[in-house]
């Protein structure tokens, strides 16, 4: 499986942006996607998830900023993030959900630096 995300970038504070994610090598749609981040010396977190039916859930750090979507078709996640904090800084990941399975191999995730 391989997971490639991209869309990440040095934004200011208030700022937005748009992270994708293309998922190959696998049957994407029966899994629940989800997108984590990394920020130094920290492990993974999980800030957002998308079940197989696109029922969705979000860390209360994050909760109306950030907003996650599937497009089963074209094995595409998406996460738009709006009203963007310092504190969002961190390496975005997307992954399956811990109830999907185990993780697969992280890839190298996309950089999302916010400036105050």
């Known amino acids: 499986v391989q997971l490639q995300a991209s869309g990440g970038g040095l934004v200011q504070a208030g700022g937005s942006l748009r992270l994708s994610c293309a998922v190959s090598?696998?049957?994407?749609?029966?899994?629940?996607m989800g997108w984590y981040r990394q920020a130094p010396g920290k492990q993974h977190e999980l800030v957002a998830s998308?079940?197989?039916?696109?029922?969705?859930n979000y860390a209360d750090s994050v909760k109306g900023r950030l907003t996650i979507t599937r497009d089963n078709a074209t094995k595409m996640v998406y996460l738009e993030m709006n009203s963007l904090k310092p504190e969002d800084t961190a390496v975005y990941y997307c992954?399956?959900?811990?109830?999907?399975?185990?993780?697969?191999?992280w890839g190298q995730g996309t950089l999302v630096t916010v400036s105050s």
């Open positions: 992954n399956r959900v811990a109830n999907s399975g185990s993780p697969w191999y």
């Open positions: 998308i079940t197989s039916s696109g029922s969705t």
């Open positions: 090598g696998t049957i994407f749609s029966i899994y629940g």
